[in-house]
Antibody, heavy 121, light 107 residues
Protein backbone atom coordinates (compact mmCIF):
# COMPACT_ATOMS: atom_id res chain seq x y z
CA UNK A 1 0.00 0.00 0.00
CA UNK A 2 1.36 3.37 -1.04
CA UNK A 3 1.20 6.23 1.42
CA UNK A 4 2.67 9.72 1.38
CA UNK A 5 2.76 12.38 4.05
CA UNK A 6 3.84 15.99 3.88
CA UNK A 7 5.60 17.82 6.70
CA UNK A 8 6.85 21.34 7.15
CA UNK A 9 6.03 24.69 8.74
CA UNK A 10 2.37 25.77 8.69
CA UNK A 11 3.37 29.42 8.71
CA UNK A 12 6.15 31.27 6.91
CA UNK A 13 6.89 34.95 6.58
CA UNK A 14 7.07 36.78 3.25
CA UNK A 15 10.50 36.50 1.58
CA UNK A 16 11.36 33.39 3.59
CA UNK A 17 12.17 30.00 2.07
CA UNK A 18 9.69 27.16 2.48
CA UNK A 19 11.00 23.62 2.90
CA UNK A 20 8.53 20.75 2.64
CA UNK A 21 9.34 17.10 3.13
CA UNK A 22 7.38 14.20 1.68
CA UNK A 23 7.89 10.88 3.45
CA UNK A 24 6.49 7.92 1.57
CA UNK A 25 6.15 4.15 1.81
CA UNK A 26 4.97 1.33 -0.39
CA UNK A 27 7.26 2.04 -3.33
CA UNK A 28 10.89 2.81 -4.01
CA UNK A 29 12.05 5.95 -5.78
CA UNK A 30 14.95 3.92 -7.14
CA UNK A 31 12.63 1.70 -9.17
CA UNK A 32 12.55 2.39 -12.90
CA UNK A 33 9.61 4.64 -13.77
CA UNK A 34 8.96 5.89 -10.24
CA UNK A 35 8.21 9.55 -9.73
CA UNK A 36 6.96 11.95 -7.07
CA UNK A 37 5.30 15.29 -7.74
CA UNK A 38 4.30 18.34 -5.74
CA UNK A 39 0.94 19.99 -6.43
CA UNK A 40 -0.60 22.93 -4.60
CA UNK A 41 -4.04 24.43 -4.17
CA UNK A 42 -4.79 27.97 -2.95
CA UNK A 43 -7.86 28.17 -0.70
CA UNK A 44 -11.00 27.76 -2.81
CA UNK A 45 -9.05 27.56 -6.06
CA UNK A 46 -7.88 24.98 -8.56
CA UNK A 47 -4.91 22.63 -8.45
CA UNK A 48 -1.52 23.75 -9.71
CA UNK A 49 1.33 21.39 -10.59
CA UNK A 50 4.72 22.49 -9.23
CA UNK A 51 7.50 19.96 -9.67
CA UNK A 52 8.45 16.34 -10.38
CA UNK A 53 11.43 14.13 -9.62
CA UNK A 54 12.02 10.76 -11.28
CA UNK A 55 13.83 7.65 -10.10
CA UNK A 56 16.87 8.64 -12.22
CA UNK A 57 17.00 12.13 -10.63
CA UNK A 58 15.52 13.78 -13.72
CA UNK A 59 13.61 16.85 -12.55
CA UNK A 60 10.87 19.01 -14.04
CA UNK A 61 9.49 22.32 -12.80
CA UNK A 62 6.57 24.58 -13.53
CA UNK A 63 8.03 27.22 -15.88
CA UNK A 64 6.28 30.02 -13.99
CA UNK A 65 7.94 29.01 -10.70
CA UNK A 66 11.14 27.36 -11.89
CA UNK A 67 13.47 30.03 -10.55
CA UNK A 68 12.07 29.57 -7.04
CA UNK A 69 11.77 25.79 -6.81
CA UNK A 70 14.18 22.97 -6.03
CA UNK A 71 13.18 19.33 -5.71
CA UNK A 72 15.49 16.65 -4.34
CA UNK A 73 15.22 13.07 -3.17
CA UNK A 74 16.79 10.87 -0.50
CA UNK A 75 16.13 7.34 -1.66
CA UNK A 76 17.55 5.76 1.49
CA UNK A 77 15.07 7.69 3.64
CA UNK A 78 12.14 7.44 1.20
CA UNK A 79 11.84 11.21 1.17
CA UNK A 80 11.40 13.98 -1.36
CA UNK A 81 12.07 17.59 -0.42
CA UNK A 82 10.67 20.69 -2.10
CA UNK A 83 12.08 24.13 -1.41
CA UNK A 84 10.44 27.33 -2.56
CA UNK A 85 12.26 30.62 -2.12
CA UNK A 86 10.97 34.15 -1.68
CA UNK A 87 7.56 33.17 -0.36
CA UNK A 88 4.65 35.56 -0.88
CA UNK A 89 1.10 35.64 0.51
CA UNK A 90 -0.17 34.40 -2.88
CA UNK A 91 1.73 31.16 -2.20
CA UNK A 92 -0.67 30.39 0.65
CA UNK A 93 -2.40 27.08 0.10
CA UNK A 94 -2.39 23.34 0.61
CA UNK A 95 0.67 21.56 -0.76
CA UNK A 96 0.31 17.93 -1.80
CA UNK A 97 2.94 15.28 -2.34
CA UNK A 98 1.79 12.83 -5.00
CA UNK A 99 2.85 9.45 -6.42
CA UNK A 100 3.12 9.43 -10.20
CA UNK A 101 1.93 6.26 -11.87
CA UNK A 102 4.19 5.55 -14.81
CA UNK A 103 2.32 4.87 -18.02
CA UNK A 104 0.43 6.35 -20.92
CA UNK A 105 -0.72 8.65 -19.69
CA UNK A 106 1.08 9.22 -16.42
CA UNK A 107 -1.36 10.02 -13.65
CA UNK A 108 -1.47 10.89 -9.97
CA UNK A 109 -2.82 7.81 -8.27
CA UNK A 110 -1.85 8.33 -4.63
CA UNK A 111 -1.94 11.65 -2.78
CA UNK A 112 -0.72 12.76 0.60
CA UNK A 113 -3.21 14.38 2.95
CA UNK A 114 -1.75 17.78 2.15
CA UNK A 115 -0.23 20.46 4.33
CA UNK A 116 -1.70 23.94 4.64
CA UNK A 117 0.98 26.61 4.41
CA UNK A 118 0.11 30.20 5.23
CA UNK A 119 2.37 33.04 4.20
CA UNK A 120 1.92 36.01 6.49
CA UNK A 121 3.98 38.42 8.50
CA UNK B 1 1.21 25.87 -21.51
CA UNK B 2 -1.87 23.86 -22.46
CA UNK B 3 -5.00 25.48 -21.03
CA UNK B 4 -7.76 23.21 -19.73
CA UNK B 5 -11.27 24.70 -19.63
CA UNK B 6 -14.08 22.97 -17.76
CA UNK B 7 -17.81 23.60 -17.93
CA UNK B 8 -20.23 24.11 -16.40
CA UNK B 9 -19.33 25.43 -13.01
CA UNK B 10 -21.09 24.99 -10.82
CA UNK B 11 -23.44 22.21 -11.84
CA UNK B 12 -26.67 21.88 -9.86
CA UNK B 13 -28.23 18.44 -9.91
CA UNK B 14 -30.38 16.04 -7.94
CA UNK B 15 -29.78 12.50 -6.74
CA UNK B 16 -30.57 10.14 -9.61
CA UNK B 17 -29.73 12.66 -12.34
CA UNK B 18 -27.38 11.92 -15.22
CA UNK B 19 -24.71 14.60 -15.28
CA UNK B 20 -21.97 15.42 -17.76
CA UNK B 21 -18.94 17.63 -17.24
CA UNK B 22 -16.91 18.79 -20.20
CA UNK B 23 -13.23 19.63 -20.46
CA UNK B 24 -11.57 21.29 -23.42
CA UNK B 25 -7.84 21.48 -24.09
CA UNK B 26 -6.28 24.43 -25.89
CA UNK B 27 -4.44 22.00 -28.20
CA UNK B 28 -4.65 18.32 -28.98
CA UNK B 29 -3.61 16.04 -26.12
CA UNK B 30 -4.62 12.68 -27.65
CA UNK B 31 -6.08 10.77 -24.70
CA UNK B 32 -3.59 12.06 -22.12
CA UNK B 33 -6.46 13.19 -19.92
CA UNK B 34 -7.21 12.25 -16.32
CA UNK B 35 -10.17 13.06 -14.05
CA UNK B 36 -10.09 13.59 -10.29
CA UNK B 37 -12.76 13.99 -7.62
CA UNK B 38 -12.16 16.19 -4.59
CA UNK B 39 -14.34 16.50 -1.52
CA UNK B 40 -14.03 19.40 0.94
CA UNK B 41 -10.92 19.17 3.10
CA UNK B 42 -9.66 16.08 1.29
CA UNK B 43 -6.99 15.34 -1.28
CA UNK B 44 -8.12 14.71 -4.85
CA UNK B 45 -8.80 11.14 -5.89
CA UNK B 46 -8.06 9.68 -9.30
CA UNK B 47 -11.26 8.52 -11.00
CA UNK B 48 -10.44 8.04 -14.67
CA UNK B 49 -7.18 7.98 -16.65
CA UNK B 50 -6.41 7.92 -20.36
CA UNK B 51 -9.75 9.69 -20.95
CA UNK B 52 -11.90 6.59 -20.47
CA UNK B 53 -10.18 3.99 -18.26
CA UNK B 54 -11.64 3.57 -14.80
CA UNK B 55 -9.15 3.63 -11.95
CA UNK B 56 -9.43 0.62 -9.66
CA UNK B 57 -12.24 1.24 -7.18
CA UNK B 58 -14.10 3.81 -9.27
CA UNK B 59 -17.81 2.95 -9.44
CA UNK B 60 -19.11 1.93 -12.85
CA UNK B 61 -21.60 4.83 -12.89
CA UNK B 62 -18.62 7.02 -13.82
CA UNK B 63 -17.47 7.08 -17.42
CA UNK B 64 -15.18 9.19 -19.53
CA UNK B 65 -14.85 9.84 -23.23
CA UNK B 66 -13.09 12.01 -25.76
CA UNK B 67 -9.81 12.52 -27.52
CA UNK B 68 -7.90 15.38 -29.06
CA UNK B 69 -9.26 18.52 -27.45
CA UNK B 70 -12.75 17.62 -26.20
CA UNK B 71 -13.48 15.35 -23.27
CA UNK B 72 -16.34 14.55 -20.96
CA UNK B 73 -16.99 12.90 -17.61
CA UNK B 74 -20.44 11.40 -17.09
CA UNK B 75 -22.11 10.17 -13.93
CA UNK B 76 -24.99 7.97 -15.04
CA UNK B 77 -27.03 8.09 -11.83
CA UNK B 78 -25.88 10.71 -9.34
CA UNK B 79 -25.45 9.40 -5.80
CA UNK B 80 -25.28 11.49 -2.59
CA UNK B 81 -21.55 10.77 -2.25
CA UNK B 82 -20.87 12.18 -5.73
CA UNK B 83 -21.44 15.79 -4.70
CA UNK B 84 -17.89 17.09 -4.98
CA UNK B 85 -15.58 19.07 -7.23
CA UNK B 86 -14.17 17.41 -10.34
CA UNK B 87 -10.95 18.32 -12.11
CA UNK B 88 -9.57 17.31 -15.46
CA UNK B 89 -5.79 17.20 -15.97
CA UNK B 90 -3.60 16.82 -19.03
CA UNK B 91 -0.36 14.87 -18.84
CA UNK B 92 0.56 15.34 -22.51
CA UNK B 93 3.17 18.02 -22.01
CA UNK B 94 5.05 19.91 -19.33
CA UNK B 95 3.75 21.70 -17.35
CA UNK B 96 0.90 19.33 -16.62
CA UNK B 97 -2.17 21.47 -16.11
CA UNK B 98 -5.54 21.15 -14.46
CA UNK B 99 -8.90 22.56 -15.37
CA UNK B 100 -10.55 25.10 -13.10
CA UNK B 101 -12.82 22.49 -11.55
CA UNK B 102 -16.56 21.76 -11.70
CA UNK B 103 -18.44 21.76 -8.44
CA UNK B 104 -21.42 19.40 -8.50
CA UNK B 105 -23.86 20.73 -5.96
CA UNK B 106 -27.28 19.75 -4.71
CA UNK B 107 -30.14 21.33 -6.63
Amino acid sequence: QITLKESGPPLVKPTQTLTLTCTFSGFSLSSIGAGVDWIRQPPGKALEWLALIYWDDDKRYSPSLETRLTITKDTSKNQVVLTMTNMDPVDTGTYYCVHRQYGAPPRFDYWGQGILVTVSS
Amino acid sequence: DIQMTQSPSPLSASVGDRVTITCRASQSISTYLNWYQQKPGKAPKLLIYAASSLQSGTPSRFSGSGSGTDFSLTISTLQPEDFATYYCQQSYSNPETFGGGTKVEIK
